[in-house]
Each structure stands twice: as C-alpha cells, then as structure tokens.
C-alpha cells in the first residue's frame, strides 16, 4: 500500500507475478503483452481493488482518455431538440466499450465579439481531450476553418462551410432527402407548396431549401419561402408569415420534425385541417413525428447511427487513421397520416 492506503503498481506485479513495467503496459493498453499475462494482471487489478493513476498514464500515453462533444448551439435548443439525444446517444454506444469519456461543450449564449468561439479553441488546443466531434456547426467568422486545422483529431456531423481544407465529416444526403418529401407533396395533387426553411449559415438548411426548390422549378411551380432556425418558435414564426403571404397554400414542407410540431400547431389554430386543406412533410422521423396530431409524415435520416459513425471515424482516427473525406448516407420518406 502507499501513504494513501491504496493498492500500488508494485503489488498488483507481485500478485501478477510479473515485472511492474509489464503491469504498466497492461495498464496502458499495449497490444505487446501476452493475452494469459494481461488476464493474470487483470485479476490482480481487482483482487487488489488497484485504480491507474490517470494523471500518470496520460504522461506516458499522451492520452486524456476524454472526447469532447461541441455542439455551437445554446443549451435551450441542445436540451429541446430530439437530434441532439439521437446523436449523443449513438456516440454514447460506440464510446461504451472504450476506456474513453464524453466532455459536453455547449455554447450556452453566442458572443457577438467571437469570445466564446476562442474560448473553445483555446480550450482544444490545450490537450485536455483526445479528439473532437463537432455537432450542429454554423458557418460564421472563421471558427469552422480554425477548428478543421486544429493539431487534433476531428470530425464534423456534416460538411463545415467556407473550410477549404479536406476534413472527415458523416451526414445524409439532405437535398435528395427533401427532393423525396417535396416530390410526395406533388403526388398527392398539391400544388402550392410552402417551405419552412432552416438557416442559411447551416449545410443541413441550405441542402433542405436546394431540394425544395429544384423540385418546385422541375415542376414549373413558384417557391414559397420562410427561414426558421430549427426551433419550435422560429417553425411558428415562420409558418405564421407563410400563411400571411400565401393564405392558398395547400402544401407545406418543413425543414426539421422540431419546426413542423409548430406548423401543425398553427395550422390548427388557424383552422386550416391537415391533410385536407395542408399537407405536411417534416424531416428528421424524431420521437417528436408520432405525437403530433395527425402523425408527422417526415423524412427519416438514421440519426444514432451518424452518432456512431462520428465516434468511430475519431477512434480511428486518435489510432492514427488518416481519415478526410466526408460520408454520406440515405433518407426514407415515412408516410403517416400529415401528407
């Protein structure tokens, strides 16, 4: 025992019956020690109750044993947002089995001055996590092209905007997965179709709008637009002004399943029945998708599978893997009772 009264390197070697070097490796993960051997020191760890010094290790391994999870949005959105769960959660499964642990980083208000944007750098910088994913990223200032040139390994939840630089990044195909919703919206017979678009400064709103409008112009129809912010509030506001500008609208396509919970709220408020006077598609298929009234006919992107995907590429790429390009994966149109 040491000083503290806790089990030391040296005993868990003794009992092992093997070299406390040979015990460091087995701590440290070494794919150098023979399998019968780390079993005898494993058995020792817990027979002793023996607990690494993770201080000492991290000097040895250069390793924090820490992942840190960005998410550039206010805690409000990250805490009300079913994508966010979904995602944490498919990391979360992935990361399980590894000695690996999640440090949360959310931007709980944005600066105006870009402080809090240098805060996180600083803080990546200065070897306190092993690696990064980046979730729900805005393309402002410069803060995605610092983060992509960071001596770090990193990997994004989509494409970053305005990074010039190859980086490794998993998302879905968003413009064909709203091509899919807005198409559906047509062959059900409707023909004013509106868009609650997501933000601009996001690929994921950028890619839903592109889709929505190239299907519309293939149609010979006119695109009708409103932006939100992936919230439930900025859903309402902007299904509020559609109605105002296009009260004919027969059709509604909305960006994200958290922004159409508020549109069939409105809609209702208004008296406007879904599906007879508006059919309605949302994009996501959340947990949010079977509570509506009617049910949310949505475009379904396997979100806890691009969780796990995210966490594997940056465990291969903490191992060494030389990973930059991005990974893209496909939608499915759910058809409930909206549209």
């Known amino acids: 025992m040491n000083e503290s009264g806790s089990p030391t390197l040296e005993q868990v070697a003794a009992l092992a019956g093997v070299s406390r070097a040979t015990v460091s490796r087995v701590v440290n993960g070494s794919p150098k020690v023979l399998p019968d051997t780390v079993a005898a020191v494993e058995q020792a760890i817990l027979q002793l109750g023996y607990v690494p010094n993770r201080a000492a290790r991290a000097l040895v391994t250069r390793r924090t044993d820490s992942i840190a999870i960005v998410v550039p949005e206010p805690d409000s959105r990250v805490f009300s947002d079913p994508f966010f769960a979904g995602m944490l959660s498919g990391v979360s499964r992935t990361l399980a089995p590894t000695s690996s642990q999640l440090v949360l980083l959310i931007e709980p208000a944005p600066e105006p001055t870009g402080a809090d944007d240098q805060r996180l750098l600083r803080y990546l910088r200065g070897g306190h996590v092993d690696g ?16 992509a040139q960071l001596p770090l390994p990193i990997v994004f939840s989509a494409r ?102 508020a549109a069939l709220r409105v809609l209702s408020q208004h008296d406007r029945r879904v599906p007879a006077d508006v059919a309605v598609v949302g994009f996501d298929d959340s947990v949010l998708a079977t509570t509506t009234t009617p049910k949310l006919t949505t475009v379904r992107q396997p979100v806890e599978q691009l969780g796990a995907r995210l966490a594997e590429i940056l465990l291969a790429k903490i191992a060494g893997a030389d990973l930059r390009s991005p990974e893209i994966y496909d939608t499915e149109l759910i058809i409930r009772d909206s549209a």
Not at 132 to 147: K, P, T, Y
């Open 132 to 147: 990064a994913i980046v979730i729900s990223h805005h393309g402002r200032d410069n803060v995605l092209q610092e983060l």
């Open 160 to 261: 970053p905007l305005g990074v010039d630089v190859p980086v490794a990044s998993v998302d879905v195909d968003n413009v064909a997965g709203a091509r899919t919703g807005v198409e559906h919206l047509l062959s059900i017979g409707r023909r004013k179709i509106a868009t609650v678009a997501g933000p601009l400064d996001m690929t994921a709103g950028i890619d839903r709008l592109t889709g929505y409008q190239e299907v519309m112009k293939e149609a010979g129809l006119p695109a009708m637009v409103a932006y939100g912010d992936f919230t439930a509030d900025g859903g309402e506001q902007a299904t509020l002004r559609l109605l105002d500008e296009h009260p004919d609208l027969d059709g509604l396509f909305v960006a994200s399943d958290l922004m159409a919970t």
